[in-house]
């Protein structure tokens, strides 16, 4: 598979960068993940656009935004279709000391591509034991430090599940490993704000935008008592919850769910660029 580095496509046997650069020795770098349907990417500029966003709350330099697109614009166009795929578009702050200050060094970009499994009718999950912070530097900022995600993940295969939950320190409900959550409490359809300390996902704003419902902080507790609950994410759209913790829902998939599977698939339909 072709990968693009700075500028360069190389094959991915060939595709290299330094074992000193600040993405690779301390995680200093930001991603965005595209899903590409028959060659074509979903709400690309929407991810950039938080690209951009996650660089500069990292304090990363503004990455040239048309630069990337045409870097994503080359890998696809020098790979061979495929239905479904994942892009990864990471940033990092290029080669600098083997410690956490960064060096003078111009940013690494990177565009790859890879095959995606389309996602399953439904997710069991498993709410972890460590909080996020949502009080943290990197709180909301989608940053390629993920050994918490990979941890958290770990645990949840362990239970059976698929995905793993974080609440947050004040005890709210906060997001998956790279997913946002909704439930439905009441017949309202709920998702934790911003302000949780989640990341301001893609496919979650289009469902607030497109569905509906309201952003309220929520117990963590309350994710294995709604009626029901799906995650959004770019890999996943709109996927119902089955089981939280082991423990079926009442409704899988609900009313309110099912709505919002055939209106985002809808509306998403409409337009790459939504």
Same mark, same amino acid.
């Given at each position: 598979?072709?990968?693009?580095?700075?500028? @360069?496509?190389?094959?991915?046997?060939?595709?290299?960068?330094?074992?000193?650069?600040?993405?690779?020795?301390?995680?200093?770098?930001?991603?965005?993940?595209?899903?590409?349907?028959?060659?074509? #990417?979903?709400? /690309?500029?929407?991810?950039?656009?938080?690209?951009?966003?996650?660089?500069?709350? =990292?304090?990363? #330099?503004?990455?040239?935004?048309?630069?990337?697109?045409?870097?994503?614009?080359?890998?696809? +166009?020098?790979?061979?279709?495929?239905?479904? &795929?994942?892009?990864?578009? !990471? =940033?990092?702050?290029?080669?600098? #000391?083997?410690?956490? @200050?960064?060096? $003078? *060094?111009?940013?690494?970009?990177?565009?790859?591509?890879? @095959?995606?499994?389309?996602? +399953? #009718?439904?997710?069991?999950?498993?709410?972890?034991?460590?909080?996020? $912070?949502?009080?943290?530097?990197?709180?909301? /900022?989608?940053?390629? *430090?993920?050994?918490?995600?990979?941890? &958290?993940?770990?645990?949840?295969?362990?239970?059976?599940?698929?995905?793993?939950?974080?609440?947050?320190?004040?005890?709210?409900? %906060?997001?998956? !490993?790279? !997913?946002?959550?909704?439930?439905?409490? &009441?017949?309202? =359809?709920?998702?934790?704000?911003? *302000?949780?300390? %989640?990341?301001?996902?893609?496919?979650?704003?289009?469902?607030?935008?497109?569905?509906?419902?309201?952003?309220?902080?929520?117990?963590?507790?309350?994710?294995?008592?709604?009626?029901?609950?799906?995650?959004?994410?770019?890999?996943?759209?709109?996927?119902?919850?089955?089981?939280?913790?082991? *423990?079926?829902?009442?409704?899988?998939?609900?009313?309110?769910?099912?709505?919002?599977?055939?209106?985002?698939?809808?509306?998403?339909?409409?337009?790459?660029?939504?």
């Amino acid at each position: 598979m072709p990968v693009w580095i700075n500028g @360069e496509l190389r094959p991915d046997d060939d595709a290299r960068i330094s074992v000193f650069d600040h993405g690779l020795v301390v995680g200093d770098g930001v991603f965005e993940t595209v899903k590409v349907a028959d060659g074509v #990417p979903f709400a /690309l500029g929407r991810h950039l656009a938080r690209l951009a966003s996650s660089a500069a709350g =990292l304090g990363l #330099p503004t990455p040239d935004l048309n630069w990337i697109r045409a870097g994503a614009a080359a890998v696809i +166009a020098a790979t061979p279709r495929m239905p479904l &795929a994942r892009m990864r578009i !990471t =940033l990092t702050g290029g080669v600098g #000391p083997l410690g956490s @200050e960064r060096g $003078n *060094s111009a940013v690494t970009a990177v565009v790859a591509l890879a @095959e995606q499994r389309a996602p +399953a #009718p439904f997710v069991d999950v498993a709410v972890v034991p460590w909080p996020r $912070n949502e009080l943290g530097a990197l709180a909301g /900022l989608k940053t390629t *430090s993920y050994a918490e995600n990979v941890r &958290a993940l770990g645990y949840a295969a362990e239970r059976e599940a698929g995905e793993a939950i974080f609440g947050n320190i004040a005890g709210n409900l %906060c997001e998956g !490993t790279g !997913t946002n959550v909704f439930v439905v409490v &009441a017949g309202r =359809l709920v998702t934790p704000p911003l *302000s949780a300390g %989640c990341l301001a996902g893609v496919t979650r704003a289009l469902v607030l935008e497109w569905v509906g419902g309201v952003e309220e902080d929520l117990p963590v507790t309350v994710l294995a008592e709604a009626d029901e609950a799906f995650l959004t994410g770019t890999t996943r759209d709109v996927q119902p919850i089955r089981k939280v913790n082991g *423990s079926e829902l009442a409704a899988v998939p609900g009313p309110v769910t099912r709505k919002a599977v055939e209106v985002f698939g809808t509306r998403a339909a409409d337009s790459p660029e939504p």
